[in-house]
């Protein structure tokens, strides 16, 4: 079982930053392929970015690409999402997930453990 909280959301101005963290505990953390997804009002959830357990490996949605950066730190079980150039449209509730799977990580259904999330409001 792995327990995920997140940190790092507020309230910031389009074209500012952010930098969310997603700290894990339990199982072996270091070996999931681990998430961030978001879910703004009345919306679906919707995939962000993943990265593989050993890190080589990252993925993007097509609307966050060169402006956010998915990086992890197995040392200390920690997950980051650096988000840059933020715009009114990222407004939304931020999640950090974990899953055994190493393929078909943008969907979202591949997820096995959640965090509680994050709020992430950019004003314009």
């Known amino acids: 079982q792995v327990q995920l909280v997140e940190s790092g959301g507020g309230l910031v101005q389009a074209g500012g930053s952010l930098r969310l963290s997603c700290a894990a505990s339990?199982?072996?953390?270091?070996?999931?392929?681990m998430g961030w997804l978001r879910q703004a009002p009345g919306k679906e959830r919707e995939f962000v970015a993943a990265?593989?357990?050993?890190?080589?490996?990252?993925y993007y949605a097509d609307s966050v690409k060169g402006r956010f950066t998915i990086s992890r730190d197995n040392a200390k079980n920690t997950v980051f999402l650096q988000m840059n150039s933020l715009k009114p449209e990222d407004t939304a509730d931020y999640y950090c997930?974990?899953?055994?799977?190493?393929?078909?990580?943008?969907?979202?259904?591949?997820?096995?453990?959640w965090g509680q999330g994050t709020q992430v409001t950019v004003s314009s």
């Open positions: 990265i593989s357990w050993r890190g080589g490996t990252t």
């Open positions: 997930a974990a899953t055994t799977a190493t393929s078909l990580l943008a969907r979202t259904t591949r997820y096995n453990y």
């Open positions: 339990g199982g072996t953390a270091s070996s999931y392929s």
